[in-house]
């Protein structure tokens, strides 16, 4: 056993914890750099941009590394989001203390004091927190503007930490009567919404708007070849001359009631502002951003029935499909998977055809056992799975489970788990369908929209498990055409009714597939949450600036912070001494965020530069006299750090980016909790079979083996 003493004035634990955050300082801000994570084994290569892939990649063979893991895995999956917040301030915050310590600052002072200074900090800025129906309101009637109506204050007051983008008018799907629906603040009066024309314009209009929805089955509706989607709304100028912006032919319908194959995206005047909403939280993901408004207006009318406006992300799938380019991404009604040549046969013989459908919940393999299997008691098992000469394992198996699903005239099997190979085979030779490796979700999806009840295995099967109303058909892209990449075709499968929505994700490069995915789940988590809390913080730094200035206010308050604990523990006297060191070691924390945030977008060519910026800002809102005041309405104004310069003069339009608030205040709680229990930690033991290898290391003159 090896033993060593890591509470040292360098504290090695810090140190490691600082060197593993540094690696992700890139991530922060709308302008992430990404990175190429190679497999040494495989030489496959994938790009990242998250903090969790890539503390998946990094070899954290130490305790604190482990530790750092866990803490980035633990807000993951809770939130989605925040990871590269957490990551960053671990690095700053493990320097702060660092440079505590080389200051003979105690342990408990630091522990004290800063964990008293950020829950100070956490019930200041509840001031900060806007309610959603406020800021959809806000975002609604101010995102876009004309340029001949834009004020000067609003031609410089630019996002100071985003890249502002033009809003774009998208199509929905609408399947009603015609009829005139007013969108509230963010249409255009008097201009003529034209259905006969489906054109985006890249500019939103003035004041409000009224559109004219057509049924879908009129011949008046214009429709987009090969989508099924109606061209509505906020059109303020027409192109009929462009190749690109051409009246597309009306196309095929389904007779199936919403069979259709997906649309590129929604009406972001539509859906309460939840476009808008969407694109403030999207932190400058643009291709996230419309497939979120078609799943928000899809969602919409089932959420107006439940009484809720949030986002049920348990309906919402994704399949990434390789070969196409980005811009055929769409979201898809129903379930769209992958599926081999063979399989794909085995759909065009199913077209225009409903299928009797079977759930299994668990692998279709003859050696799974499902977790609650108790095997006979008093059996001794000599050969569980005998293979006999001559290759007939497991045929008795296969010719009964076939002859299972044929006698109840099975079309189609979605399995959660795995499926066996020669089994599947068989299936393909039948025309039978399996898809193997189904989310639970999407067997829920089914069951509930067919009325079929899973089964953990064949031999429970009986009448009353089979669904009906299902139907599969080849995925076919934006332009109606049917997709056949080679190995592995996309098809769609759905039933009458259902509300699973597959959000199809298209790339060129196999190296960007798991990056598109990654995006849009933080960008779709981020709408949840913040429909789900309620409310959300304005973004572009506001809400550090204003820790930042509490902590100022703090320094300059006479009294005692920290817990009991600690006061009695050190004398008065010194708690006070060190309460202004510990607490900006807490502020150098977010002063570094901000700086870096601002680097990494191009607002300040150097992080003195953004220093300064954040210090002019801070002077600023003390001078006001409410902090909080001044951080809100530079806000409303179009961003809180903003410098005199604008790297996008042409934009015509000012982006307010929203944090939000749960996921925001957790990643600071979880990112300090770490530093302070690797601070706290005194030593480092090493048990087992290691002795050797630390012996061999450069470190092996600071263990101690017992």
């Known amino acids: 056993m090896a033993f060593r003493d890591v509470n040292a004035r360098r504290h090695i634990g810090l140190q490691q914890l600082s060197s593993l955050a540094s690696t992700g300082r890139t991530f ?15 030489n496959q290569s994938s790009l990242i941009c998250s903090a969790v892939r890539l503390i998946e990649s990094l070899d954290l063979t130490s305790a604190v590394g482990q530790l750092l893991n866990e803490t980035i895995q633990a807000q993951n999956k809770e939130f989605k989001t925040g990871m590269s917040t957490l990551l960053f301030l671990v690095g700053a915050w493990s320097n702060a203390v660092v440079e505590c310590l080389q200051q003979n600052i105690p342990v408990p002072a630091i522990v004290s004091v800063m964990s008293e200074g950020l829950n100070s900090c956490c019930e200041r800025i509840q001031c900060l927190q806007i309610p959603i129906p406020d800021v959809k309101r806000e975002l609604c009637s101010s995102r876009v503007r004309p340029k001949a ?23 929905r799907d609408i399947s009603a009567t015609e009829e005139v629906i007013p969108i509230n603040s963010c249409s255009h009066q008097g201009d003529d919404c034209n259905f006969k024309e489906c054109l985006v314009s890249p500019l939103a209009g003035f004041g409000s708007v009224t559109c004219v929805v057509k049924a879908v089955g009129e011949e008046s509706s214009s429709v987009l070849s090969g989508s099924g989607v109606t061209a509505s709304s906020c059109i303020t100028r027409r192109l009929t001359h462009s190749r690109h912006f051409s009246t597309p032919g009306n196309s095929r319908f389904s007779s199936q009631q919403g069979h259709f194959q997906g649309y590129p995206s929604a009406d972001l005047c539509g859906c309460c502002g939840l476009g808008h909403l969407a694109m403030a939280l999207s932190h400058g993901n643009q291709s996230s951003v419309k497939l979120l408004q078609s799943i928000a207006a899809h969602q919409q009318e089932r959420a107006e029935c439940r009484g809720s406006s949030q986002i049920n992300i348990t309906e919402i799938v994704t399949c990434c499909v390789l070969g196409l380019p980005e811009s055929y991404s769409c979201v898809s009604p129903g379930f769209v998977t992958l599926v081999s040549p ?26 799974y056992r499902h977790l609650g299997f108790n095997r006979p008691r008093n059996v001794r098992t000599v050969l569980e799975h005998p293979n006999p000469p001559g290759g007939r394992a497991g045929e008795t198996w296969l010719s009964r489970m076939s002859d299972i699903l044929m006698s109840f005239e099975v079309n ?14 068989r299936c393909i030779a039948s025309r039978i369908l399996v898809i193997g490796c189904v989310a639970r979700d999407v067997l829920r999806a089914f069951g509930a929209a067919t009325r079929a009840q899973a089964v953990t295995y064949l031999s429970q099967l009986d009448a009353s498990c089979i669904g009906n109303g299902a139907w599969a058909e080849l995925w076919k892209a934006s332009d109606g055409r049917a997709v056949d990449l080679g190995e592995l075709v996309p098809a769609r499968i759905s039933a009458g009714g259902i509300p699973l929505l597959t959000a199809v994700l298209t790339t060129a490069l196999p190296a960007k597939a798991r990056l598109l995915q990654d995006q849009f789940w933080t960008s779709l988590h981020r709408l949840h949450h913040a429909l789900k809390d309620g409310k959300v913080f304005p973004g572009g730094g506001a809400v550090e600036l204003l820790c930042l200035s509490h902590i100022q206010a703090l320094t300059e308050q006479p009294g005692r912070p920290g817990n009991d604990r600690a006061g009695r523990e050190l004398p008065g006297p010194w708690l006070a001494e060190y309460k202004s060191i510990v607490l900006q070691a807490l502020a150098s924390g977010w002063k570094q965020y901000l700086s870096v945030v601002l680097c990494n977008t191009a607002k300040a060519s150097s992080e003195l530069e953004a220093d300064a910026l954040v210090y002019h800002h801070l002077q600023k809102a003390a001078a006001c006299g409410s902090p909080s005041a001044y951080i809100l309405e530079e806000f409303r104004r179009g961003g809180v750090l903003r410098s005199g310069s604008d790297p996008f003069p042409d934009q015509v339009a000012d982006l307010k980016v929203c944090d939000n608030v749960a996921a925001k205040t957790e990643a600071w709680r979880r990112a300090l909790d770490l530093v302070l229990l690797v601070l706290q930690t005194d030593a480092e033991i090493i048990t087992g079979p290691r002795r050797s290898q630390i012996l061999n290391s450069p470190v092996s003159s600071e263990f101690m083996f017992l």
Not at 348 to 354: E, G, N, R, V
């Open 28 to 42: 922060l801000g709308p302008m992430k750099s990404h990175k190429f994570i190679v497999d040494e084994i495989t």
């Open 149 to 171: 109506f834009e004020s000067k204050t609003a031609q410089v007051g630019r996002d100071g930490l985003t890249n502002p983008w033009n809003l774009l008018c998208f199509q």
């Open 342 to 367: 063979e399989q794909a046969a085995v759909i065009k013989h199913f077209a225009d055809k409903t299928l009797r459908i079977l759930l299994m919940d668990g692998d279709l393999t003859e050696q």
């Open 412 to 425: 189609l099997v979605l399995v959660k788990g795995n499926v066996c190979e020669n089994f599947m085979e």
